[in-house]
């Protein structure tokens, strides 16, 4: 089964702008981690929530999981140029297991 | 802050030649991890590795695939005879806790 899926596919912003990007699952989860990647390069960290928790900030970023909708949210507020990248979400089952990837959402930022 | 690195960046090979991707992860570290991703398609889980030994691996990660830390610190994935559909950007990941840190990738064309 497919787990970890983002929309939108892709999103094209101005720079100040908020944008948003939605990742829903399907089976239960632990955590559910949120990574960047810049054209062909490494995936980057950027936030972790649990599945015991609704809400996390990090600078500019906000993320929220619905665990009753199997749903998660991030959003990053007055974006940059800097931010354009490939974002994705990948979920934890548990025991310090495999991540299962979403598709990614490609956001573009224009100065 | 500590990173994972990764050798080499790329590599192309002919099919049939056995490939070697080095991994150095973060010290500390208990956790391994080797994903993939085909261009344009998401990250797959390959294979985690803990206490020496392999503790999960997925349907991808056949025959072909070994794993091993062959002095204790570096991490390496073997493809015994790459195919075709085997090139790839290959990420190797490592954790203390939940959360995975990942490599820049070794870019592998197989031709």
């Known amino acids: 089964s497919q787990q970890g899926e983002e929309d939108p596919q892709a999103l094209s912003i101005q720079e100040g702008e908020n944008a948003t990007m939605n990742c829903s699952y399907k089976?239960?989860?632990?955590?559910l981690q949120w990574y960047r990647q810049n054209s062909g390069r490494g995936l980057v960290h950027l936030i972790l929530?649990?599945?015991?928790?609704r809400e996390k900030h990090s600078g500019r970023l906000r993320v929220t999981l619905d665990t009753s909708k199997k749903s998660s949210s991030l959003l990053i507020t007055a974006s940059r140029a800097a931010d354009t990248a490939s974002y994705f979400c990948?979920?934890?089952?548990?025991?310090?297991?495999?991540?299962?990837f979403g598709a990614g959402t490609r956001l573009a930022v224009h100065p | 802050e500590p990173e994972v690195t990764q050798t080499p960046s790329h590599q192309v090979t002919q099919m049939g030649q056995e490939v070697i991707l080095r991994c150095v992860p973060i010290?500390?570290?208990?956790?391994f991890y080797w994903y993939r991703q085909i261009l344009g398609q998401k990250v797959e889980f390959l294979v985690s590795?803990?206490?020496?030994?392999?503790?999960?691996k997925s349907e991808i990660f056949d025959d072909q695939f070994s794993v091993e830390r062959p002095d204790g610190s570096n991490f390496t994935l073997k493809i015994r005879s790459t195919k075709l559909e085997d090139s790839a950007m290959y990420f190797c990941?490592?954790?203390?806790?939940?959360?995975?840190?990942f490599g820049p990738g070794t870019r592998l064309l197989v031709l």
């Open positions: 990948a979920t934890e089952a548990g025991g310090y297991n495999k991540l299962i």
């Open positions: 990941a490592n954790s203390l806790q939940e959360t995975q840190y």
């Open positions: 089976t239960s989860i632990n955590n």
């Open positions: 590795f803990y206490n020496n030994e392999i503790s999960e």
């Open positions: 010290s500390n570290h208990l956790y």
């Open positions: 929530i649990r599945s015991n928790e």
